[in-house]
């Protein structure tokens, strides 16, 4: 069987690419750029574009999509991106530190869609909190702040092969159910 993937993130097809292997999944790349909506939540994002990729190739499609959620602004994570290009790493620290409330989470969002509409879909949470100060050898934008729940070292402080199962539960649920789904069950 054969999918395609739609991103470019090295990352993202890494973690990709461990899970669907175990289950005898091709994954294709993606060569079109398609856009990505602005949206409250990582799944409307992900199902919006899955969707639309999917029925544009005339083939099943993944997309995954994330989003940083800070508790204390109380912004939709989507927007983050956006205010990661223009506020400093530093300047987050200070505006956290002045709330007095580190906590936050990624949303993630994995999306297999058919031509057909037919969706499967996952998204859960992975809390986070952010450190004082910026920290790792690649601490750009404010991965260097942020620490994943129980751990004291930046998210840029180890290699991304020791939290790949944390970013690869989505695929693992929606490989899991595209197998059974093609088997039938």
Do not use: C
């Amino acid at each position: 069987m054969e999918i395609y993937l739609l991103t470019k993130n090295e990352g993202k097809i890494s973690a990709a690419q461990s899970v669907f292997d175990k289950y005898g999944i091709k994954l294709l790349p993606v060569n079109k750029e398609y856009p990505e909506i602005q949206a409250e939540t990582s799944l409307e994002i992900a199902r919006h574009s899955a969707l639309q990729a999917s029925k544009d190739l005339n083939s099943p499609v993944i997309r995954e999509d994330h989003s940083l959620f800070i508790e204390a602004l109380g912004i939709p994570g989507p927007y983050m991106n956006y205010m990661e290009k223009k506020i400093s790493p530093e300047l987050v620290a200070k505006l956290i530190d002045f709330l007095d409330n580190n906590r936050g989470w990624f949303e993630v969002a994995t999306v297999y869609a058919e031509p057909s509409g037919k969706v499967f879909e996952y998204t859960f949470e992975v809390p986070i909190t952010f450190g004082k100060e910026p920290k790792g050898d690649n601490s750009k934008g404010w991965s260097g702040l942020i620490r994943l729940n129980d751990e004291t070292r930046a998210i840029t402080e180890y290699p991304e092969e020791e939290r790949l199962h944390i970013w690869n539960q989505g695929y693992e649920v929606i490989a899991r159910r595209v197998v059974d789904f093609v088997a039938g069950i």
